[in-house]
Every structure is written in C-alpha cells, then in structure tokens.
C-alpha cells in the first residue's frame, strides 16, 4: 500500500504554494465599540494591503455618524456601503443601520433586513466572509453586549482564517469578547492599540514550502504526525492529506513560521501546541437541521415508516458519530419526537429512541453533554421548536430534559474503536469527506456491520456508499438516506474476518496455559470449560453484567422501562432478594458462596435452583469480579406433596406463599401511592411550564431593552463626539470673533438678539439677560433713528445695507446691516457688523474741512 504521506506530496505543495495571506478583516462591535474601532484603526498603518469592513449595532430608525467620526481618526479612505462595491485594499467599509452585508460576484452589498430585533448581524457577516475568502479572512470582535460574532468568529476559523477578540478588560462591554474567548474560537486576545502589529505579522509571513526541499518537508510531515500520535494517540495519516495541511497551515501562519521544519522544531519544544493543533484537526461544523430537506424526509416518510413497521411499540437505537457539540444529536431526538407525537399522539411511551453520540473531541463532548447553545440557535428553530424542546436560560437556551436524556453522548475514536451495534439508525454526516479512500472503504462495511437489518445510514451531502451498492440501497424519494441490504458474507468477511470467520480453537494445553490478564470472554470461558456447565454471568462487584454464557433466560429478564444491565434489576421474582444476598456474601468473604435447592415458580412449574458466586481476581488490578452460576432441576416427587410427604415443607411452603400475597399487597399500595405522586408531579409541571412561558415572555422583553440599549448607547457615543466637534467649533468661533475687535450682533428674523460680542457692549448697553429681547428696547450711543427701518428693508430685499453713523460722545462707526443665512443657504435673521472708522474720520476732517460734516 502507498504510504499516503508520500503520496500527497502534490497535495502538499499546491496547497503550500496557493496559500493565501490575510486580505479582508471583518471588524465587529456593539455598545462602546467605537472607541476600540477608532483604537484600533489608528494604531493600523494606512498602506498593509488589506480592507477593513466595519459592522456595528446601531439604530435603524437613523443615520449612522460612524462612517463621518472614523475619517477623523485614519488616513485610510472610509466609506458607507450603499449599493453593490468592490473590495479594494487600504480602504474602511462602514455597514449602514438595518443592513446585512452579502458577497455576490466578489462584490460586497447591502442587504436590507425587515427584523430588527433577534438577529445576529455580525454572525452572518462572518459566514458569508469565511465562505467568500476562507484563509484571506480575518475577523474581530471588540466591545459589546451578548454573544453575537462568536459563531461567526467559529465559521473564520474553521476555514483556515485568524481570529481575533479584544481584551475584556479594556472594553466597556466584555459580553461579546468574553464569549469568544470562552467558546475557543480567538486566536488572538489583546488591546485594540495591539491587534493591528500581530495582523500586520501575519500577512507578512512568506508563504509555506517556499523554502526547502521537498523531501525535507515530507520529512519534516511525517514527524509531526509521528508527534500527534505519541502525544493524543490518535493516527491521522489517513485523513486527507489537503486537508490536514491546510489546519497545519492555520497553525504556522499564527506563529509566523515560513516553514514546516520549523513548525515541528516548535511542536518539539511545546507540547500544548500539539493538543491545539489536535484539536485544530478535528473539524467541528454543525449546526441544527443543516440540510434541512434530509430531516423533512426523516420526519414525514421515513422514520414513520419505521414506527409503521413495529405497531406494538418499540425502543429504537441510533448512533451519531463525530456528532461535535451534540447538535446533529438533538436535531435527530426532536425529529424522531416529532414524528412519534404524530403517529401515536396518546400513547407516549409506545416509541423510544436511545442515540448514542460520539466524538473524539472530549471538550465538545463535555459542551454537548450541557445541552446549553446561544441566542443563535433562533436563525436556524422554528419558534415553535423553540417553545418545545428548549428553554430559555440567561443569554442562551439549555434542551429540556426530557430530550436531553434520550441521549449518551461518550469519547470515541470511530477509526479504532468498537462500533455501536443492532442499530435501526445511524447518522453520520459530512464525515467521510475528511477522511482518504482507503478508510472511506472501511468505515461503510463497518456501518452495514453496526446496522440491524433494514437499518437507516444518513449521509451528508458530499457523502455516499461508494461502490457497496450491495451494502445499502438509496431510500426512494431522498439521496441521502440509504436503507441496509443483506449482503453476502463473503463481501462482509473482506473487511470483517473476525466477525464471520470461525477462529481456530485453541488446545487443552494452550487452555491450561491461559492466564487470566486476558479479556473477561477469555476467563469466563477458561472457568466454565475446566469446572462449570450451567448457565453462568459475569459481574462487577456492583452487579452490572460483563459476559453472560448459556441460557440465562429462567432466571434473569430485561427490566422494564430504560436498559438496565444490572443483575439485581434483571432477577426474576423468585430469586432476587436470594441473589442478592448471596452476591453480598461473597463480595463480603472473597470466596465461593452458594444456595442450595431454592424453590423457585417457573410458570406452571417449580424448580429446584442451585446458585452460586465465586470470586474473580484479575492480575494488577484492586478489583474483583463475580461468576455467578445457576443450576435448576425440577422438584421430585417426594418434594409435591405425595403420599409419603414430609407435611413440614409443605407448612413452610404455605406461609411463605401468604407472606408473598401480603408483599404484592404493600407493592400494589406503593404502586397507587407512586401514581398519585405522579399525578402532582404533572400538576406541579404544568405549573412550573406556565412559569417557564412567563420567564421566557420577560427574556425576550429583556432581549429587546438589550437591544435597544446597544443601539441608545452607540447613538450617545456618535452624539457626543458630535457635540465635542460642536463645542471646539464653538469655542474657535467665540474667539475668532473677539480676537478682530469688531463689534459683532446677532438677530433673528423677529429683530430680537440671538448673540453679541463683548465689543458690542460699547455701543449698546447689553448684558447677559438681554438675549432674546428686542435691539430696540436697548439703550445705544449710535444717532441712527433709522436702524430698524434699514434693517427690515435688508430682511425683505436681501441686500446689504452700509452706513457711517457718528456716536452721542463724538466717535464713528461703520455699520453695516447684511442677512444672515444658515449652511442650508436659508435666510434666519441679520447681522450687524460696527466698525470704529473715528480716526478715518478725524484724518478726513483735517485734510478736507470743507467736507467734515459729510457722511
């Protein structure tokens, strides 16, 4: 067989030659996020190479100042996005309110939206960017309230891009950041000041496999793989190779490593590096009903066909593998509820579903295992869903308790570990994509192996059977469902000697030679051949069934109700209480314990059962096991009661056989008893469901304050830097006017004073308290009678009006009289412009006596 690592050596370097550095950074913020956007921009240079485009919460019902307020800060050109652009390098994009942002032809546009409330902006506008430019992606998410950005931030990372957090402590708002940070989903957590040098280092790392020979790097690839699987114990070499490098890519790009000899150098020196680049490799994209047509079909054709097919009832087993963060899980839970409620709306114990999920990711296991999603989960269940199988819990929604514990969710490796068997379903979805053709290969047999007949296997959309068109048939209707044909075994046996060929027996001497360090099959086999023949099972010292030899079916029975494998649930009436204490002793004493001639009621018959309990040690272990053994034998006839009967027995017989019908006495009250309790429990669950609706009536209430809190406090942050613009405007205004010595009034189109200079107070004798009153109510020093005639012909012809007006104590003033207009070129009053020209005039007097007494 090729060794795939050499033969991905093309892959390899196609994929290192077409590596892509950072192109487009997509910035998102809420409540006081626009003082980290402004840090951050002008900590960035203006000439990188790469775009930003900026998304914030804001008002709907009004223009955004954003766009206005950041071309202050950078030299970078900024501007709003309007219609379908362009993504050009060294340039700021600003959404406007109320807009989704969309990539269509590699042009970004906006996209209105008719939801104001509930939606996560920044979540789709990561997507859809992971989706357009995947490795040339970056994102970061700055200061805000909730969780929106963090799966967005996911969906960058998983395809090969950088992402980035702000430092909670340095925003105003750390809920947005926070949950990045707590979800794993940052690659990078720091300052807004800091963030653009490490980006700026990420671009600029040369691309991978630009240095050195390709031997070296093959080299170099399978010592990391030898590294990852020394320190997780798990072998990824026949995962595909195009994949794999590109996570390895993500990883080096990170630590600005050109090449990947020195990406292994660091993995050496650093063993945590080696569970992130673990956990980089296992690629966790899910989400609820992805693929919405599948569960359609799954809800309304084929597992009711399924139910169908069993009209007395039935308890079903599925199996999701690689399920992640348990969503595929659930999905598959609420569509199987669904379609049982449907078929038999009363009898809701008639059908039940246990799903096994597993991964070999154990912290989103653990995260799966909480059942707890974000507000997220609103875009992709319906509301009623919602209502159903969820329930509001803080900024999230936790799965009721009753889906919750349909499910086992536990740590797998699906390479290497034992399959899941007896299954009626098994979903597993968008798997086989990652893996290379030769373990494709083996993983269908396996799932035809695990299935029951006429079994289900779902399929994502870039999966299928392959060539095993004799393992599975497609279901009609559906290309992703596929139904389990009984196949030859000799296809099978290719891929399963183990499970169809007979092994060879082993000798009496290689029997004798056993020890008991193999497995529990081994020893129980070793013990029965060399001085036991009943009916035997093995068990743990708390009673849960390891290995079960013979017929056990005259003593042990499966419990009602949930599996359970445990020997005192599964003793039949007759033999548990003696069984019980019978294991009790020879837990207690270590050694072989027995019951001799227990009479037992096998229907219409009785039985004589000899039982007994030896001890198990096993070599290196603390513990201990138990075979326990049963032998029966019907009674004889002396033992009925004949002719020749001891009476005794028979007395004895008598008064335990009343001692029984007083203990179903007390059972049947316990059982009404239990009934009763039950039925307040129902009553106190309604109750408790009436509370539940009005909790989450006051969450969305709350939601929606939250919301419009963001958007309140984003419209102050615009407004005051507004108002600081204003006020500095003002204050060089204010003294501009003073530094010209040019007494200066204001008035508005009703004549009344709007605002002087304090040169003005030289000619008129204003205070403070006279604004808004009339000018002509104000003592002057000016011999002009005519000013307010002048000043109402100005206001109707828009003309300027001049004139040299002499003073009561001698002096002269020019004063001009001209419209005052707003910057929307609208008349609003006068102005009027008084400047001293005395010295002109006594200069005039001189030279032209004759003309002093003119104007």
């Not at 370097?13 to 913020?29: D, K, P, T």
């Not at 357009?132 to 909730?146: C, D, I, L, N």
């Not at 007759?574 to 314990?593: H, M, P, Q, V, W």
């Not at 412009?833 to 002109?840: A, K, M, P, Q």
Request: proline share 5%.
């Amino acid at each position: 067989m090729t060794n795939p690592l050499v033969s991905s050596e093309s892959d390899s370097s196609e994929v290192l030659r077409h590596r892509q550095a950072v192109q487009i950074v997509g910035m998102g913020a809420s409540a006081g996020g626009l003082d980290a956007i402004s840090e951050f921009l002008a900590s960035m240079p203006s000439r990188t190479g790469m775009a930003f485009i900026v998304l914030q919460h804001q008002d709907p019902s009004r223009r955004g100042l954003l766009p206005e307020l950041l071309r202050r800060i950078t030299s970078m050109e900024v501007c709003e996005i309007a219609e379908s652009i362009e993504v050009r390098p060294d340039h700021v994009y600003v959404a406007p309110p109320n807009f989704d942002l969309a990539f269509s032809n590699e042009k970004l546009m906006a996209v209105e939206t008719a939801d104001t409330h509930g939606r996560y902006p920044i979540d789709a506008f990561f997507r859809t960017l992971a989706a357009e430019k995947s490795q040339a992606a970056a994102g970061v998410v700055f200061s805000g309230m909730g969780t929106d950005g963090t799966a967005g931030l996911r969906a960058i990372q998983e395809a090969g891009g950088v992402t980035l957090a702000q430092e909670p402590n340095s925003a105003k708002f750390d809920s947005m950041p926070r949950s990045a940070i707590t979800a794993g989903v940052a690659d990078f957590v720091a300052p807004p000041g800091a963030m653009p040098m490490w980006l700026c280092q990420v671009r600029s790392v040369p691309h991978g496999g630009a240095h050195g020979a390709a031997r070296a790097r093959r080299q170099a690839l399978r010592e990391l793989m030898s590294l990852l699987q020394r320190h997780t114990g798990n072998n990824f070499t026949e995962y595909k190779m195009s994949t794999v490098l590109r996570r390895i890519e993500r990883r080096m790009k990170l630590h600005q490593l050109d090449s990947m000899e020195a990406y292994v150098a660091y993995l050496r020196e650093n063993a945590g590096e080696v569970q992130l680049l673990f956990r980089e490799m296992l690629i966790g994209v899910t989400s609820f009903f992805r693929d919405p047509s599948v569960w359609e079909h799954l809800c309304h054709e084929t597992i009711p066909q399924l139910l169908a097919a069993n009209p007395d009832g039935a308890a079903f087993k599925a199996w999701v593998p690689a399920c992640s963060t348990g969503e595929e899980a659930y999905t598959l839970a609420m569509v199987f509820d669904e379609a049982v409620t449907r078929m038999s709306p009363g009898e809701p114990g008639k059908y039940s579903l246990q799903i096994f999920a597993t991964d070999l990711h154990g912290d989103a296991i653990d995260k799966a295992r909480q059942g707890m999603f974000g507000r997220g989960v609103e875009e992709v269940i319906s509301h009623e869903r919602l209502l159903r199988y969820f329930v509001g819990d803080g900024s999230g929604y936790r799965i009721r308790k009753e889906l919750r514990n349909m499910i086992i969710f536990a740590q797998q490796n699906i390479i290497s570990d034992p399959p899941f068997t007896k299954l009626d379903i098994l979903s597993c979805r968008n798997l086989l994509i990652y893996f290379n053709p030769k373990l494709q290969e083996q993983l269908i047999p396996l799932f035809h192996y695990a299935l029951k007949p006429e079994g289900l296997l779902v399929l994502g959309s870039a999966d299928t059977p392959g060539s095993y068109n004799e393992l599975f048939t497609p279901v009609p209707g559906c290309g992703r469902i596929y139904r389990r044909l009984d196949a030859s075994t000799q296809r099978v046996a290719n891929y399963f000697p183990t499970k169809i060929a007979k092994a060879a027996q082993p000798s009496s001497i290689e029997v004798t030679t056993m020890t008991m360090n193999g497995n529990i099959q081994t020893q129980v086999e070793h013990l029965l051949l060399k001085a036991h023949t009943p009916a035997a099972v093995m068990i743990n010292s708390d009673g849960d069934i390891l290995y079960i030899h013979g017929r056990t079916g005259t003593f042990l029975e499966p419990a009602a109700g949930r599996a359970n494998w445990n020997i005192h649930a599964m003793a039949r009436d007759g033999l548990r209480y003696e069984l019980a204490d019978l294991i009790e002793r020879a837990n207690r004493s270590e050694s072989t314990e027995s019951v001799r001639e227990l009479l037992f009621k096998d229907g219409a018959s009785s039985l004589l059962v000899d039982m007994t309990a030896e001890v198990v040690h096993e070599d290196g272990t603390s513990g201990h096991n138990l075979l326990v053994t049963f032998h029966a034998a019907p009674m004889p006839a002396r033992k009925r009661g004949g002719r020749g009967a001891d009476p005794r027995p028979q007395e004895l017989e008598q008064q335990l056989t009343m001692a029984r019908l007083e203990l179903q006495s007390v059972r049947e009250e316990m059982q009404t008893s239990r009934e009763e309790l039950k039925a307040a429990n129902e009553e106190l669950q309604s109750t408790n469901e009436e509370l539940q609706s009005t909790n989450e009536e006051l969450t969305t209430s709350k939601e929606e304050m939250q919301s419009l809190n963001e958007e309140l406090y984003t419209v102050n942050a615009e407004l005051q830097s507004k108002v600081d613009d204003l006020s500095l405007v003002n204050s060089d205004m204010k003294n501009l006017l003073n530094s010209t010595d040019i007494a200066v009034i204001f008035l508005d189109s009703a004549m009344n004073i709007r605002r002087y200079t304090n040169q003005a107070t030289q000619l008129y004798k204003l205070i403070a308290t006279d604004l808004n009153r009339p000018l002509s109510d104000i003592a002057n020093d000016l011999v002009y009678p005519d000013m307010e005639d002048d000043a109402a012909e100005v206001l109707r012809s828009l003309v300027f009006c001049e004139r040299q007006i002499p003073t009561r104590d001698g002096r002269w003033f020019m004063v001009r009289i001209m419209p005052y207009r707003t910057v929307n070129n609208v008349i609003d009053g006068l102005v009027l412009t008084f400047v001293n020209v005395t010295e002109l005039k006594l200069l005039e007097a001189r030279l032209t006596p004759e003309g002093g007494n003119n104007k």
